[in-house]
């Protein structure tokens, strides 16, 4: 059983919007710090946002402007919103959670496909 599950990825083309979701029970509740990383085919994966637990919000510079990070405590949800898509910007998507404890466990999803055609 995966304690993470994302869910919205698809394929657009540059230029749209998609809404990335991260569920991961509990994480409120543990505390836990969520962070959205994405990996394209034959690059490594690269860290995207993430949202501590008090709510602050940090992205990689490429994505800044563009993309936002949020959560909603009572569904244990994270969102990414993904505006003015770019194709070099396909990848697929992971969620993860980090803290201590139970955040640990299980803490990556298996990811969703995004494709930005141009």
């Known amino acids: 059983q995966l304690d993470v599950v994302e869910s919205g990825g698809g394929s657009v083309q540059a230029g749209a919007s998609l809404r990335l979701s991260c569920t991961a029970p509990g994480f409120t509740s543990n505390k836990c710090a969520m962070f959205w990383y994405r990996q394209a085919a034959g690059k490594k994966r690269e860290w995207v946002a993430s949202i501590s637990t008090g709510g602050l919000p940090d992205y990689v510079d490429s994505v800044k402007g563009r993309f936002a990070i949020s959560k909603d405590k009572a569904k244990d949800t994270v969102y990414l919103q993904m505006n003015s898509l770019k194709p070099e910007e396909t990848a697929i998507y992971f969620c993860?959670?980090?803290?201590?404890?139970?955040?640990?466990?299980?803490?990556w999803g298996q990811g969703t496909q995004v494709t930005v055609s141009s």
């Open positions: 993860q959670k980090r803290g201590i404890g139970l955040c640990l466990r299980n803490n």
